[in-house]
């Protein structure tokens, strides 16, 4: 049985676009239940760029889980601040029902065995609760590879401030966390501007969303949005390695908008982009 993942161009109404997506993709009963709280696990490196998924999005995210009891937007710290002070960014969206949650600061944890390490993960991330992760559409280049969004976001999960002693074994990291909790409900990247960098200095205005069950082919297709060899990348071998998700293109069926005629328009936006820096 194939991937389904929906692509769609937003228009610049996200809440209708996601709504689409998950009807497109069969819709989220099986996980949206009065009986299970929500985590969507955001990315935010640096609250100071714009490289993270858009407010807008996580509140569309968060009405569509309706029947959810409570909506955790969750974040872990960083060199780069607090959890808390970077998910402020997202502070219009917060009410009764939908609050940030630092998994740093969690006094109920679980073991985990991440990399070779014993690490103490919230208790939040674990089933019952319903995972979702979020991140952006961007062209992540790190030690020669590129390393793709929601997948890569799972480095959030460490709750100390030292991530970066996992680089080096970034995809066995991954993945053991990936496995450790129980694989990710619904992925969503939010492609309202495609970023050409890390911090977010070069970016095109793209208005696409990319939504599925399988975090791995949502990665997939993001990549090859921005022509990137799909067989180079890190977390994708490791996937196949595993056997977690689809990592074959062809194995995927795109819904919504044409995978190769999206993809013709950002690549025709990213050289223009570039060729009007020079």
Same mark, same amino acid.
């Given at each position: 049985?194939?991937?389904?993942?929906?692509?769609?161009?937003?228009?610049? =109404?996200?809440?209708?676009?996601?709504?689409? !997506? @998950?009807?497109? %993709?069969? /819709?989220?009963?099986?996980?949206?239940?009065?009986?299970?709280?929500?985590?969507?696990?955001?990315? @935010?490196?640096?609250?100071?760029?714009?490289?993270?998924?858009? $407010?807008? @999005?996580?509140?569309?995210?968060?009405?569509?889980?309706?029947?959810?009891? +409570?909506?955790?937007?969750?974040?872990? =710290?960083?060199?780069?601040?607090?959890?808390?002070?970077?998910?402020?960014?997202?502070?219009?969206?917060?009410?009764?029902?939908?609050?940030?949650?630092?998994?740093? =600061?969690? $006094?109920?944890?679980?073991?985990?065995?991440?990399?070779?390490?014993?690490?103490?993960?919230?208790?939040?991330?674990?089933?019952?609760?319903?995972?979702?992760?979020?991140?952006?559409?961007?062209? *992540?280049?790190?030690? /020669?590879?590129?390393?793709?969004?929601?997948?890569?976001? %799972?480095?959030?999960?460490?709750? &100390?401030?030292?991530?970066?002693?996992? +680089?080096?074994?970034? $995809?066995?990291?991954?993945?053991? !966390?990936?496995? !450790?909790?129980? /694989?990710?409900?619904?992925?969503?990247?939010?492609?309202?501007?495609?970023?050409?960098?890390?911090?977010?200095?070069?970016? @095109?205005?793209?208005?696409?969303?990319?939504?599925?069950? &399988?975090?791995? !082919?949502? &990665?997939?297709?993001?990549?090859?949005? *921005? /022509?990137?060899?799909?067989?180079?990348?890190?977390?994708?071998?490791?996937?196949?390695?595993?056997?977690?998700?689809?990592?074959?293109?062809?194995?995927?069926?795109?819904?919504?908008?044409?995978?190769?005629?999206?993809?013709?328009?950002?690549?025709?936006?990213?050289?223009?982009?570039?060729?009007?820096?020079?």
């Amino acid at each position: 049985m194939r991937s389904k993942v929906a692509l769609l161009e937003t228009g610049g =109404d996200v809440n209708k676009a996601l709504k689409k !997506a @998950i009807r497109l %993709l069969g /819709g989220i009963d099986d996980i949206n239940t009065k009986e299970k709280d929500v985590v969507i696990k955001v990315g @935010i490196f640096n609250p100071k760029t714009p490289h993270h998924t858009s $407010p807008e @999005i996580v509140e569309a995210m968060a009405k569509s889980f309706s029947k959810s009891p +409570h909506v955790h937007v969750a974040e872990s =710290d960083n060199y780069r601040g607090k959890a808390h002070e970077r998910l402020s960014i997202y502070k219009k969206i917060y009410s009764k029902r939908i609050t940030p949650f630092s998994l740093s =600061d969690d $006094p109920e944890t679980e073991d985990v065995r991440i990399a070779g390490e014993k690490l103490n993960f919230s208790r939040i991330l674990f089933k019952p609760h319903i995972l979702v992760s979020t991140h952006v559409l961007r062209s *992540l280049e790190f030690r /020669g590879s590129s390393w793709g969004s929601v997948v890569k976001n %799972l480095l959030g999960f460490v709750p &100390d401030h030292k991530k970066a002693r996992f +680089h080096k074994r970034l $995809p066995e990291m991954l993945f053991d !966390a990936y496995e !450790a909790v129980g /694989g990710i409900d619904l992925a969503v990247m939010d492609g309202t501007y495609t970023h050409l960098d890390f911090n977010s200095k070069k970016k @095109i205005k793209t208005d696409l969303l990319i939504v599925g069950r &399988d975090a791995v !082919a949502v &990665d997939a297709v993001g990549a090859t949005l *921005l /022509g990137t060899d799909l067989k180079k990348m890190p977390v994708l071998k490791e996937a196949k390695k595993r056997n977690i998700g689809t990592w074959d293109i062809n194995r995927i069926e795109v819904v919504g908008s044409s995978l190769e005629e999206e993809a013709k328009r950002v690549q025709k936006l990213k050289v223009k982009k570039c060729t009007s820096a020079k």
